[in-house]
């Protein structure tokens, strides 16, 4: 039996520890040189592995990077949300049952579970783990239409898309109209956040993505 | 009296051509090397003058690529307004009467004046002459905090000043409610555009706009 087991304990740790070296030197590298200058070789010297380990995981260094990236938006997520559940407990305040840190919450009030994530994105978005490769990675997306469009098919789309169900289930309620196109919809509160971020238009605050809820909501002509 | 002249017909031409081909220079660079590599060098020997030609002018590659580019949407703008008054021609369609091609019009009827400035600005973003070097600087924008915030202050900004003249004049109507602060409520339909500019993340076509003006004055939620 043992025989058909082909990573015993030991190698898949070490198999583990060299994925994580290669995510560190890879982000490392895209966030001190930039992506184009970026290379599997530069990213395998920096790890202390074979080029070959790299290219037995990975097809190319866009492929790397998205992983890595993939990995550390997790970890920024999970950080974030430990924070705001310790500042939470020290404010005293209810830690809001059923939250997942990537997921949106469906208490049945649509405008405070919109403003409970897009607080938990500007927690996200200044955390500076995560701040300098992700702007590296935005960067090179705009001028670089195909890695642009991979990363938002598997980094930002994927997200997304938990607004689009939150959005369907909230028609489904009556909260939101049912001719409303709910991809477009979560634009109303994403995407100005996102400009903000990727070009420094204004300052992102928890009481800006609030009033960025309450707006598309309530819409901007009197009701 | 003449002496008093510094810049006679002729000389005055000469610095106009100068200034053109700098410019041009700037803007190619920019576009096949990137923003980083282009160099005040660079942009003298492709523009066919001495460097300090450009350092009587300008004191920075920032300064000359920041007027270039100025200079560039100002040219795309107008071409621009002339294809969609040449379309509207041919289709038969009556012009804007009063409208300017940087500024906002204000017919009285908000939801079409927006709707009008934001098709100019999917077919100024369709524009090839203005596609690439635009991207060019707004991906070292993201990476460049400084370059970024003076591209928006200088650029961006004053753009949408005039969507906040627009919506002031339209809370002064009674059509805006008087809660809403202008400055946000304009990125309900501007940044999603240039979310989707920047990041590929969806097709933008004038039905995607008119949509985003029809979700953002009227809000998401049941009326």
Redesign the interface.
Known sequence: MASNNPAPPDSTRRSERSRRAIYDAAIALVVEI?Y?KTTIEGIAARAGVGKQTIYRWWGSKAEVLLEAFLDLSEQAARTAAQEREEREDREGQEGRAGHESQGIPDTGDLAADLKFVLRATVDELHDPAFEAPS??L??????N?EL??RF?AKL??PQ?QLYVDR?RSAQEA????PD??P???L??F???L???W?????PITYT?TD??VD?????????
Do not use: F, H, K
């Open positions: 930039g184009p702007r590296a935005a960067a090179e997306g705009v001028v239409e642009g469009r938002v930002l789309e997304l959005l009556g909260q939101v109209r409303i196109d991809r477009i919809a634009e109303l994403v995407s100005p996102a400009q903000r990727l070009q420094y238009t204004g800006y009033t960025l707006y598309a909501l309530n819409g901007l002509a009197p009701r």
